[in-house]
């Protein structure tokens, strides 16, 4: 979290990488409600960013993401991660539908030298709250996921970065062959610049298979 | 061309200062000479003439009169002398006042001059100016309707594109639409058409083989049934016969076994008996025989009316057959109105070019969307390309005004130069004829003076010629401004050359940079599709992938779930199916036993998930008592786990730590866990002093909740070990 010393605009590398995980775990749980990939029942409204957010009840998926969420600090802390990608896959076929690209650029002057920035706390959170508005909104123009879906992460790391035992190096990147992309904004903590894209398979494609 | 000077005014005899020729003093030649001046000796005539009249008087005084009047005259060749000198310098001011009067003239007939050439060059500029003005008007009405033209081009042509996307979105539509019918379609056809066609042949067969075997069946049965009819009457006759027959015969027993009975009695006769006994054993044997035979008749009787019975059912089923008949006839017009519609089908297939039969239908639709995909990509570039050109179009109309009005601004500069150099130049050659009149005024003055003689001439020639040489600066002046003038001018005429090649290579410069961000552009596209699409460089980056176990739990529950509500559905069936039972008779139990199976078999599933869940079960509980364990071992805290819910309804995770080296059950710390925060939670043990210092130092100065259980770790193990 941002260091709470007397100015509060003072970002560090530890708080902007707590502010950038916590992000991811919102909006992973905004995704998995808005696209329904799990029941509605099985979550619960919170009120964070100034927005009435959705976290998940279930304990499996609350312990999977927070896990993720305590790994990818430590990446960011180390200014190792690249993109964090959330894939939404069919549950029969196991086709990916929709993939939730999170790119992140580090400034590695901070990271080498210990640094801090500023930035406003209220200008990182609009940034948030806009992005985390666009992901509601996205079911007007995604397609509907008519059939049982399942999702994973996928975390693209610099090349010397150590496999934790949780995780496993993955040859298949799950991408969509001609996929339609709809960019969304950004938020920038000074430190970390997370890019929002969302690119899912063609709306035909899926007429197609109906 | 108006003159600058006016024409010069003929030398008047007396321009120059009037030349009195005084007589000589004390020369004999005492002849006075009346010398009239009209103008300026007007005044001087009249004092020799007094004397001249006093000159006539006697012989007498002429003496005297001639000492008096050679005073007189000495006084008076004195006085004329002063009054020459005095005309001399009348004369000579009068010369400068004329002078000066006709350089005042000849300054304000220049002046004169000047302003109507101003107020003519003025005309001039005004009429140019008017005549730029309605040109640059002309140009900008010309472009003004070049831009409406254009822009009229692009509406159109806005409209059309957006029309031939809308035309390419509906036909898109409808050629999906199509698709998808004609595949349903062609499918069900197919189906339907195989259906009907099987069951066409099949029923045209059943029907030929049920209608040739029932006729044949029928014919065998009919006579069969007439033969059986006449056998069953013959036999009827056989049987009446024979039980008539057997009725003696079984009388004629009884009275042979009574005889035989008597006989036995009696030993007479014995062989006769026996004969008789033979004969009637062998009767009893026919008998016993045609009794069997009469027996097989029965049963013969018994299948002929089984025949009987099965050629009802026959013609029932006869019945039925013919009654399916025109059903048949029905299904005959259905799939002839399905040839039709396939007919129209494959029609409207051949109409489509590029497809000769139904597999080729999939393949040029999905060629016909790959082109429709890249023509929206296309469109959407050319869409992109023709805002940029907008964009440019723009700019360079801008520049292109800034241009002109610059180029306007240095002509305007330069005709303005050209005026003055031409004013120049005409003052400079107006100041040379003026010089020329001089010289020619000072030449007709020379030589006038050289006929009248005298020493005036020189004086005024000189006064000239240094009223030359005074003006050949100021022509000098004039000549050396004319010069810079034109330096000026061609200085600006290269500025205005530089301008013009500026502005070209600034176009050039523009349609390259136009080219280049076309480039970037189209690059920045193609890098983030690829971002999009999820490509890395495998020198940089690796993907890694969190272990999911989340889909795997959810297949089982959800296995679990649908193998339930599937025995919900097949109890449901059963149940039905048994009321249903209750009124039928047979059919219930063919389906009461297929249902059984499905739910013993759907119980076994639901058995062995259940097992195998009691199994993840108890392997999960072993693992996570060994995990907990092993904390408390390794970090020297019992941990509590528990899910709590707040009045708000947000659910929170609370862990309750109580230290292995605690000295009673009331020193346990509390914590609450919520979406990645941890929380201290305030209790009894908290609240004390030694621990709330602490709390203070390392959870709330410091952050670190590990660094504050690390410390009570020890406090607690160093209390411990001392006591």
Redesign the interface.
Known sequence: MASKTAAKDIITLRGSAAIVSEFFGYAANSILYNRAVYPEESFARVKKYGLPMLLTKDEGVKSFISNLNAQLSEWLEAGKLQRVVLVIMSMNTGEVLERWNFSIETDNEVVEKGVSREKSDKEIMREIQAIMRQIASSITYLPCLDEQCVFDVLAYTDTDVAVPFTWMESSDAKLIANPQMVKLHSFDTKIHKVNTLVSYKNDEELDDEE | MILRTPAPKRARPIEPAPIIESPPVGSDHRQLAIYEDPSSAGPARREPSQQSEHMLCTYQCRQMVKADFLDALSNAEKQVQDYQSKLAELNDNFGKADEERKTFREKLSYVEQELAAAKGREQALHDQLLKEVNDSHERLKKELELSSKLQAKLENEQNLRKKAESTAAAAEDKA?EL??KLGHISKSIEKEKKRFNNELAQLNRDSKFSITKITVDLEKMEFRAKSSEQEVELLRKQQEDLQSKFSECLHQKSELEKRLTSLSFEDDSPKESDVLVKHLQEELRNYESEVREARKLKSAHDSIELMKEKLLEEKSRRERVELQLPKLQEYELKINKLEDELSAWKLMIQDIPGVSCCDDVPLRISAL?KEV?DNLKKLGEVNAHLKQMQVVLDKTQLDKQKTETEAALAKEKADRLEAEVKRMNLMLSAVSEERNMLKIAIEDFKSKNEQAGGHASSSAMQELESSLLKREPYIKELEGDLFAQKDINTRQQDEIKSLHDRLNSEARKVKSLERESDRLRSEIFLL??K??????SA?????????????V???AK?TIEALQSELQRTKEKLQALEEYKSQSGNSGKLVDSYMSGKVAQLKEQIATLEKREERYKTVFADRISVFRRACCELFGYKIVMDERQRPN???VTRFTLQSIYAMNDDEKLEFEYE??NTNIVENGYTSTSEISQQVDIFVRKM?SIPAFTANLTVESFNRRTLS
């Not at chain 2, 971002?531 to 890395?536: A, E, I, N, P, Q």
């Not at chain 2, 020198?539 to 889909?551: D, G, I, P, S």
Request: net charge negative; charged share 20%; no cysteine.
């Open positions: 999906k698709e998808a969307q995909i983030e599709s971002l999009g699409h999820g490509d890395f020198a940089n980056t690796k993907v890694l992938r969190m272990v999911n176990t989340l889909a739990g959810n297949d959800q309804g947000i659910p979406s990645g952050n």
